[in-house]
């Protein structure tokens, strides 16, 4: 059972990415999935969480009106669209999963966001 999240890179302050985390060795789809992020020195903090139909989504305040969690349960997927990002967003970018949102039991490896300003 893995998650291998993917997308990340270097961008300009106001640019996008979209990172992916692809589930293999069993089904997510009725599991809750969660984005997190690491910043260098800063505990790990939530970013996002989608559930298992879609129909409900949490955003820390940070992100609100700039990021976009949505999966794909048929390819066993989550995405984390980032518009307009900024330099407080670089960090390492996590996914996890999990029956409910407090019962996350597997984490991917995470991806390196770097934005400058």
């Known amino acids: 059972v893995q998650l291998q999240a993917s997308g990340g890179g270097l961008v300009q302050a106001g640019g996008s990415l979209r990172l992916s985390c692809a589930a293999s060795g069993r089904t997510f789809s009725n599991y809750v999935m969660e984005w997190f992020r690491q910043a260098p020195g800063k505990d790990r903090e939530f970013v996002a969480s989608?559930?298992?139909?879609?129909?409900?989504?949490y955003y820390t305040d940070s992100v609100k009106g700039r990021f976009t969690i949505s999966r794909d349960n048929a390819k066993n997927t989550v995405y984390l669209q980032m518009n307009s990002l900024k330099p407080e967003d670089t960090a390492v970018y996590y996914c996890?999963?999990?029956?409910?949102?407090?019962?996350?039991?597997?984490w991917g490896k995470g991806t390196q966001v770097t934005v400058s300003s």
């Open positions: 989608i559930n298992w139909s879609s129909t409900s989504t």
């Open positions: 996890a999963a999990g029956p409910t949102t407090y019962a996350l039991n597997t």
